[in-house]
């Protein structure tokens, strides 16, 4: 673990090398699971905002969910994340004749219709963040994991292949949650670890 500011970051952020490889993958992270995409408060009172526009570009299954019980629900952590279809699919996603998964939301950002992007568990994963609040003297905490899964191994080989670390892929992301002099410090600590480490 190294500390960039009040933020912890693993290792194997700055370590481990990954590229999403869309063309083996076809977005699967979307469609496979056991739960939603984490949420934050402001995230999911942007997303009810945006249901006019989502709902005519969401399946007819994942609209009467979120007609019914709403854009999120609370996983077993307790924690707020977005509903999800048939036990692993998430509300947002659709699948096109090809197979390819995407994200009506993001759709929306792309077509300059929202400033919203997607939530900031997707933009950051394979990067988790878990937030810790101040505990009499010790100060708020947050935590950044590396998060393994299966279907994500065509985008460690490719990583591997481009040789690009996982936090130099997910720069725009840890720029737009962390700010511009973060990534700086996180990049300069990166360098540092890997002369000592090696």
């Known amino acids: 673990m190294v500390l960039i500011q009040d933020t912890i970051v693993s290792l194997e952020i700055l370590e481990k090398e990954f590229c999403c490889d869309l063309e083996r993958c076809h977005g699967a992270c ?31 299954e994942a609209r009467e969910v979120v007609e019914l ?16 279809l048939d036990g692993k699919d998430c509300v ?7 197979g390819w998964c995407y994200c009506v939301i993001e759709r929306l ?5 929202t400033a919203f992007r997607k939530p900031m568990s997707c933009y ?9 609040p101040a505990q009499g003297a010790a100060p708020a905490m947050t935590a950044l994991e590396y998060h393994r899964w299966d279907i994500c191994h065509p985008a460690r080989l490719c ?27 996180l990049c300069l600590t990166a360098e540092q670890w890997k002369k000592t480490a090696h």
């Open 30 to 60: 979307c469609i496979e699971g056991d739960a939603g995409a984490p949420l934050t408060e402001e995230e999911s009172a942007q997303i009810k905002k945006m249901l006019p526009q989502l709902l005519p570009l969401m399946s007819k």
């Open 159 to 185: 990583g591997k292949k481009l040789r690009l670390p996982l936090y130099k892929f997910l720069r725009e992301p840890l720029i737009e949650r962390f700010g511009q002099e973060w990534y700086d410090e």
């Open 124 to 132: 950051l994963y394979p990067i988790r963040v878990k937030e810790f």
């Open 69 to 84: 019980s709403g854009v999120s629900y609370l996983d077993k952590d307790g924690e707020e994340v977005t509903q999800i």
């Open 92 to 98: 947002f996603s659709r699948t096109d004749n090809n």
């Open 109 to 113: 950002f792309r077509e300059g219709k």
